[in-house]
Every structure is written in structure tokens, then in C-alpha cells.
């Protein structure tokens, strides 16, 4: 498993942790697939009764790392991105994260898998899809807006505006707000909280809070179908020059 993804077991508590801090824990393909890992040790493993999605450094994470994703943009099932958001939407295992500083693109969509969100007070939460002239993924198209209603996702995913940490607890999109000393530590604390209690009924319970596997698959069926479109538009190869470059996108010469 890469160095960039780090796991731990404690006490029945799979700590998932991001450890790329020179890049924001930018993620790449690697890390995907180590991060695939994590989650099916954590369907496998009888020891692991809740996953804690966390971060060793200031940021959990600024998304893909987009030099890596430009190098191999295949989002065909078999892809490292396509795998490990197929074990979002099939997972049992009770999720909850620790989130420091910013959570971009599928940094802040892994967040709506996930049943806990602890954010520290300096949480940013940004999903700039469209402004990449692309779309939501990782099931975000249906479950932002079944989490926050259509105005603030319409806000959040079609501006591309991004949210704090007291804004995404008055959204719904996290259940508390700690300071940043004791994010991991208040997060744990909820973990193990949910460790405590009867695993087939903590599983058979979440499943029933949220939408069906199937449900979510077909979603991200349809989202990917409209991603892989994207990348190929001129507004995306506008945006990402834009980005390498430095500078603000045109996207009205794009049309």
C-alpha cells in the first residue's frame, strides 16, 4: 500500500488517513487503489467494525491530482477511481471522517458516503466541477441534493461555491464542528461510539438510511458517462490549461 494511504486498527476503528501533504493530498491512481483496499479489508476483516476517514496533515484532501488524472483519464469500471467509488455505494461498514482544512471534488463527495462528519473549524468544502467543465461524481448528484435540497446543491455543485465548516453543519453535511487540536480525537470518540454496537443491526440500519446500492451504481453509471463526455470538451482542455497555466478559464469562447 502506497505511503500516501495509511491504515490503522484500533479497537475495531479502521483509520483510513491521507498522507500526501505537499500536494493537499491531491489523490492519484495509486492512492485510489490503496484506498480500494482499505475499504474491502474493511468488508472482510470481522475486526473492523467502523472506518474513519482522517488526514495527518492540515487538509483532508484537494481531490484528484490532476496531473496524474490528465495522464491516464480512463474512467472505464475497471479504472482505480471507478473501483473505489463502487465500494462507496456497496459498502456495510459504517463510515465517519475527521476533516482538517480543505476537502475538494471527490475530497468533499466521499463525504456524502459517509455517516459522521467531524469537521475542524477551519474546513473548506468546495466541489468545482463545472468550473473543470465537468460534472458531480461519485453518486454526489443524488445524494448533495437529497442531503441539502436543490437550492444549496445547485449552489454548492453548479456555482461551485465553497462552504465552511459552520455552513456544512447548518447544510447537514457534517454533525459537528471541533476545534482543529481535537478533530481526530473527537472523531475517534464517535467511532468507537458506533463500534459499540451490535454490528448487524449498526449495518442493516445504515442500509436502510440510504438510498440502494443499485440505485447509487446507476447514478454514478449515468455521472460517469457525462465526466468521461466532459473531459473530452473543449471547456474542460480550457480549464485545465487554465489551471497548469494560472490563470481564469474562458469558457464563453468555449461554446
Not at 489523490?27 to 474493511?42: D, G
Not at 487538509?59 to 491530482?65: I, K, L, R, T
Not at 473548506?124 to 458531480?136: A, E, N
Not at 454533525?175 to 458506533?194: C, F, G, I, P, T
Request: proline share 5%.
Amino acid at each position: 500500500m502506497t505511503t500516501h494511504i495509511s491504515t490503522e486498527l484500533e479497537d475495531g476503528v479502521l483509520a483510513i488517513s491521507f498522507n500526501r501533504a505537499d500536494k493537499k493530498n491531491a489523490i492519484t491512481a495509486e492512492m485510489y487503489r490503496a484506498m480500494s483496499a482499505a475499504m474491502h479489508r474493511a468488508e472482510d476483516d470481522p475486526e473492523v467494525r467502523v472506518i474513519l476517514w482522517c488526514s495527518s496533515s492540515d487538509n483532508f484532501s484537494s481531490g484528484n491530482d490532476l496531473a496524474d488524472f490528465m495522464a491516464n483519464p480512463n474512467m472505464d469500471e475497471s479504472s482505480p477511481v471507478s473501483v473505489f467509488i463502487r465500494s462507496l455505494a456497496e459498502g456495510t461498514v459504517p463510515m465517519v471522517s475527521a476533516v482538517p482544512g480543505l476537502a475538494v471534488g471527490i475530497g468533499a463527495t466521499l463525504l456524502l458516503h459517509c455517516d459522521f462528519n467531524v469537521l475542524g473549524e477551519n474546513a473548506r468544502l468546495k466541489m468545482p466541477f463545472t468550473d473543470l467543465g465537468l460534472v458531480p461524481e461519485a453518486g454526489s448528484s443524488l445524494l448533495l441534493p437529497m442531503i441539502v435540497g436543490h437550492q444549496r446543491a445547485a449552489k454548492i455543485a453548479l456555482l461551485g461555491d465553497s462552504i465552511d465548516a459552520q455552513q456544512a453543519l447548518d447544510y447537514g453535511l457534517a454533525y459537528e464542528v471541533v476545534d482543529e487540536a481535537n478533530l481526530r480525537s473527537e472523531a475517534m470518540k464517535l467511532a468507537q461510539r458506533l463500534a459499540d454496537k451490535p454490528k448487524t443491526a449498526l449495518r442493516a440500519s445504515r442500509k436502510l438510511l440510504r438510498p440502494s446500492p443499485e440505485a447509487l451504481v446507476a447514478v454514478m453509471a449515468e455521472e460517469v458517462e457525462h465526466f468521461s463526455a466532459g473531459l473530452n470538451s473543449v471547456a474542460a482542455k480550457e480549464a485545465f490549461t487554465a489551471f497548469f497555466e494560472r490563470r481564469a478559464p474562458n469558457f464563453r469562447a468555449c461554446d
